[in-house]
C-alpha cells in the first residue's frame, strides 16, 4: 500500500513510550504545526502503547488512543503508520513491526538488535506490502548515517565504513584517558548518570556496536545482514596503563566497528583500537559518535554528533517521517531484498598498522629471550619492547610489565604467537592485544 498525496493528517502511532518514545510524541504534540509546514502531509499522533497507562511521561495523552498490546496499535484503523521503539530484537517489537508491515503500514523503528537479527525477513515483508521500512535512528543516534549510505553514497563504491557506535563506551573511555581511573571505577559513575544500564554487557561487549555495524555493512556493500559472523571484542580489559602508553606513543584508544571490502569478501570487526591524537575518529570524546565512510570518489566522508538520548534519537525518527509525509519511499536496504549479495566473511589478513601487545612477563631468566623467538617463528616483526618494571614488583614470582609493538603482520600470526607465549608459561595474565591504525 502506497500512502496517497494528499493534505489529510498521517495519523502516527507510537509503540514505546520509554526516553525516545516519549520524546518523539512530545515533539509531535507541540510541534505539530512547524512539521506540517516542513511535509506534504500534516503529521499527528493518534495512538500510543506502553506497558502502563498511568505513569506520566511529560506530555498530554488524554486525546490519544492507549493499546496495552502493540499489536494491536498496528491495526488500529487510525493509524496510518508505526514507529516502534519498544527494542529487543523478538518479543512485543517483532510483533507490531509484523503486524503493521502485514497491514500495509510503513514502519519507522530505531531498534538495531531486530534489524540485525530479522532485517531480511522485515524488509521482505515491506516489498511484498509494497510499504516503507525506516530506520535511520537505529545508528548513531542523531547523526544521519543511515541516510548517507542510502541517498548520498549510491553511485559511488564504498571501500570501508568504520566509526565509534556506542557512546557508553566513548563516554568511560574518554574519562579512564582524561582521568587516569580505571574502568570498573567509570563504568559505576556511568549507570550512575545514566550513561550505562544497570546490566551494561549488551554496550561494554561491543555487541550493540555489532549490531549497528552490520546494518551499515549492507548498506554500504549490497550484502545481507550478518551480524553473527563477525569479530567482536569488548573494553573491558583496557587499563589505565594502556591508556598512558597510548598516550606516550602518540595515539589514543577508542572501541571502533570496522567494515571492509577486501579481495576475499568482508571484514567485519569490534574491537578497541588505537588511533592516531590527529586522527578525525580520534576527536570523538564523550558520549559522541561518528561514522567514516570512504568512497572512490569523495574520498573519506566523516558524520559526527550525539549517538543516544532522547531528542537525538527522536530526531531522527522525525527526519524518517518527514520523508513519508514528503510522498518519499526509498527501499529498506537501498537495494531490493532479492538482489542483496549473500555475506561473504573475508580471510584474516596482514593489519595495515601493527599491533600493540602488553604482557605481564614472569621474571625470571630467558622469558624476553624465548617471547621475542615466538613472535619471530611466526614472522613478526618488532618494531619496540619496553620493559616497565614496577620497584615494588620483586622476588620469585614477580612480573613485569611489557609492552611490544609489532610492524604490520597477519592478526592470526599475532593471536597463535600469544598463545603459544602463554603456553610456554612466560606470563602469568591473558594478553592485551589492541590493533593501531595509521
Known sequence: MTLPSSDSPLRVGVAGLGTVGAALARLLLTRAQELSAEGARPLRLTAVSARDASKDRGFDASGLTFHANAADLARDPNVDLVVELIGGEDGAAKSVVEAALETGKPVITANKALLAAHGLQLAALAEKSSVPLLFEAAVAGGIPAIRALRDAVPGQKVTRVSGILNGTCNYILTRMENEGIAFDDVLADAQRLGYAE???????????????????????????????????????????????????????????????????????????????????????????????????????????????????????????????????????????????????????????????????????????????????????????????????????????????????????????????????????????IIRIER
Not at 573519506?300 to 534519537?313: N, Q, Y
Not at 604467537?417 to 595474565?429: C, L, Q, T, Y
Open 198 to 432: 544497570a546490566d551494561p554487557t549488551f554496550d561494554v561487549d561491543g555487541f550493540d556496536t555489532a549490531h549497528k555495524l552490520a546494518i551499515l555493512t549492507s548498506l554500504a556493500f549490497g550484502t545481507e545482514i550478518e551480524a553473527s559472523d563477525m569479530y567482536v571484542e569488548g573494553i573491558r580489559a583496557i587499563t589505565p596503563d594502556d591508556m598512558a602508553a597510548a598516550a606516550e606513543l602518540g595515539y589514543r584508544i577508542k572501541l571502533l566497528g570496522v567494515a571492509q571490502l577486501t579481495d576475499t569478501g568482508i571484514e567485519q570487526r569490534v574491537h578497541p583500537t588505537m588511533l592516531p591524537l590527529d586522527s578525525t575518529l580520534a576527536q570523538i570524546n564523550g558520549v559522541l559518535n561518528a561514522v567514516a565512510i570512504d568512497t572512490d570518489l569523495l574520498g573519506e566522508i566523516v558524520l559526527s554528533g550525539p549517538g543516544a538520548g532522547g531528542d537525538a534519537t527522536a530526531a531522527s525518527v522525525l527526519a524518517d517521517l518527514q520523508d513519508l509525509a514528503r510522498g518519499l519511499e526509498p527501499k529498506p536496504l537501498r537495494l531490493p531484498r532479492g538482489t542483496l549479495r549473500p555475506y561473504q566473511k573475508a580471510r584474516m589478513r596482514a593489519h595495515e598498522g601493527g599491533y600493540y601487545v602488553r604482557l605481564s612477563v614472569v621474571d625470571k631468566p630467558g622469558a624476553f629471550a624465548a617471547i621475542a623467538q615466538r613472535m619471530a617463528e611466526h614472522g613478526i616483526s618488532l618494531q619496540s619492547i619496553v620493559q616497565r618494571r614496577k620497584p615494588t614488583d620483586t622476588g620469585p614470582h614477580s612480573h613485569q610489565p611489557v609492552i611490544i609493538i609489532t610492524h604490520e603482520t597477519m592478526e592470526l600470526s599475532v593471536r597463535e604467537a600469544m598463545d603459544a607465549i602463554v603456553a610456554d608459561g612466560h606470563v602469568n595474565a591473558a594478553p592485551q
